[in-house]
């Protein structure tokens, strides 16, 4: 939410609001700080392809850093110069996944 808040310029009020009725439409069974994807991750231990291009505008190279370091079920294939768009059609981007699922 911080990032989204950022990127979308929203007040600090505006992001708390979203989250409370985000958590209130849940029945607060399901509270934001547990949508983490890093904590998804850990308590999952699953194994996750990380794609992630190391200078994207939109998402920070630390968020995708974070994701990394959860454990060594993490496997990263950084790319450069892709940004956030291109990355998905990128062919080398494809056949990395593609393999990687073979693999899984």
Not at 55 to 67: M, T
Request: with cysteine; charged share 30%; proline share 2%.
């Amino acid at each position: 939410m911080d990032a989204a808040r950022e990127y979308l310029n929203v007040t600090e009020a505006v992001a708390r609001r979203i989250r409370d009725r985000f958590e209130a439409h849940h029945g607060h069974r399901v509270t934001w700080d547990r949508l983490s994807v890093v904590e998804l991750l850990r308590a999952a231990r699953c194994a996750t392809l990380v794609i992630h291009d190391r200078f994207d505008r939109e998402v920070p190279d630390s968020h995708s850093h974070a994701i990394r370091t959860v454990g060594s079920y993490i496997e990263a294939s950084p790319t450069v110069g892709l940004g956030n768009r291109r990355t998905l059609s990128h062919a080398g981007v494809i056949k990395t996944s593609v393999a990687y699922f073979k693999r899984a």
